[in-house]
């Protein structure tokens, strides 16, 4: 079981920073993927980011250029520095995690979201 909590969720203006931050605890693989997404109101949910634990990394167009996904694996921490804030990044942002175990078993697991609003 691996359980994730996001946090730094906060109202910005438009054009600011923050750094949301996924911690990770419990039974994780050394084969995991976690990935950032968002999900607005009337929208359906969607992915933001993801880094792999071989180092690979990919983003929706519309953050390229704005937002970066990094992992701290010491600290089993999944970070999304997020610049240039506009109001349609307005969402509940979660994480969630993907691991590949030894005995062939996926497993993925949800964080409870954090809040970001972005204001015009």
């Known amino acids: 079981h691996v359980q994730l909590v996001e946090s730094g969720g906060a109202l910005v203006p438009t054009g600011g920073s923050l750094i949301l931050s996924c911690a990770a605890s419990?039974?994780?693989?050394?084969?995991?993927?976690i990935g950032w997404y968002r999900q607005a109101p009337g929208k359906q949910r969607e992915l933001v980011a993801q880094?792999?634990?071989?180092?690979?990394?990919k983003y929706v167009d519309s953050v390229k250029g704005r937002f970066t996904i990094s992992r701290d694996n010491a600290k089993k921490t999944v970070y999304l520095q997020m610049n240039s804030l506009k109001p349609e990044d307005t969402a509940v942002y979660y994480c969630?995690?993907?691991?590949?175990?030894?005995?062939?078993?996926?497993?993925?697991?949800w964080g409870q979201g954090t809040q970001v609003t972005v204001s015009s």
């Open positions: 880094s792999t634990s071989d180092g690979s990394t």
């Open positions: 969630k995690y993907e691991g590949d175990y030894s005995d062939g078993t996926v497993y993925k697991y």
């Open positions: 419990g039974s994780i693989s050394s084969r995991n993927s």
